[in-house]
């Protein structure tokens, strides 16, 4: 589904250039709810960017299904963006001035793909998020747990191969938190869908079939749940994150 080679990003500041991301490589299968954690600064988002390509990358390779990402053009680009990824962000990015049900169609606006079967599609999502009692809300009179939930159901209208998510609870209480996890769970269990989140919540990334942990521009260790407990598995990352603290 998603393979990343060999990635190298650096930022130019003035004369310098820092490396950020030093030789990743990772893979993302179908059907996957995968977690990136790291320290802030470690280059998450970085990572993330450079797979939705708002960022160009130096060298390394990036295929998401047989598609590499880097070598598209504008316009294929912009499409794959609609069409094939979802994204999900920290601080929801709703537009204020359309419903929860509009926001959610928003893509399928954009790509031109509106009909009874996205409308219904907009509804299943609501359902299946519980929040369709809030569907003709706008985003000003909702919680933000339900913003990020109309977030995820809009990140998947179009029916997308991934959902890129750049720590889609880092601005929710715990409770809220749960709720957005549970609505990635959903996705992935009743639609399919193919998660990649990045978060340095361990809460968050303990819900995760797998778990790959960045240091220094680089993989540290990838951690599988397996047939783990949720909590056990929260324990051992926050043993490796402990664990990395210590090098
Ligand atoms: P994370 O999401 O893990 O906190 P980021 O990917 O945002 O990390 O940032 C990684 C490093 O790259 C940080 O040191 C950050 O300051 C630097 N950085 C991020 N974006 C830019 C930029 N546009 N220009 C220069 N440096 C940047
Ligand atoms: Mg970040």
């Given at each position: 589904m998603l393979t990343v080679k060999d990635l190298h990003k650096s930022y130019q500041v003035g004369k310098t250039s820092y490396e950020v991301l030093k030789g990743i490589s990772l893979e993302v299968a179908k059907g996957e709810f995968v977690a990136v954690m790291g320290p802030s600064g470690s280059g998450k988002t970085t990572l993330l960017n450079c797979i939705s390509c708002y960022i160009p990358l130096d060298s390394g390779s990036i295929l998401l299904g047989d598609t590499e990402?880097?070598?598209?053009?504008e316009e294929s680009l912009a499409s794959v963006r609609n069409r094939k990824l979802g994204f999900v962000f920290q601080d929801f990015l709703l537009l204020d001035g359309l419903t929860v049900r509009e926001n959610i169609l928003l893509p399928a606006i954009i790509g031109g793909t509106v009909s009874s079967m996205t409308e219904a599609r907009a509804d299943q999502l609501c359902d299946v998020f519980g929040i369709s009692a809030i569907c003709n809300k706008y985003p000003a009179e909702i919680s933000g747990g339900e913003k990020q939930r109309c977030a995820v159901a809009r990140a998947l209208i179009n029916h997308p191969l991934l959902i890129l998510a750049d720590?889609?609870?880092?601005?929710?209480?715990s409770k809220s938190s749960r709720t957005v996890i549970r609505s990635f769970e959903q996705a992935k269990s009743a639609l399919g869908a193919t998660i990649f989140m990045v978060t340095h919540d361990s809460f968050a990334a303990s819900f995760c079939d797998r778990v790959v942990i960045l240091k220094d521009g680089g993989v540290w260790e990838t951690l599988e749940k397996g047939s783990l407990e949720r909590s056990a598995f929260q324990d051992l990352l926050l043993d490796a994150i402990r664990e990395m603290g210590k090098e």
């Open positions: 990402l880097a070598r598209l053009d720590e889609p609870t880092g601005n929710l209480d």
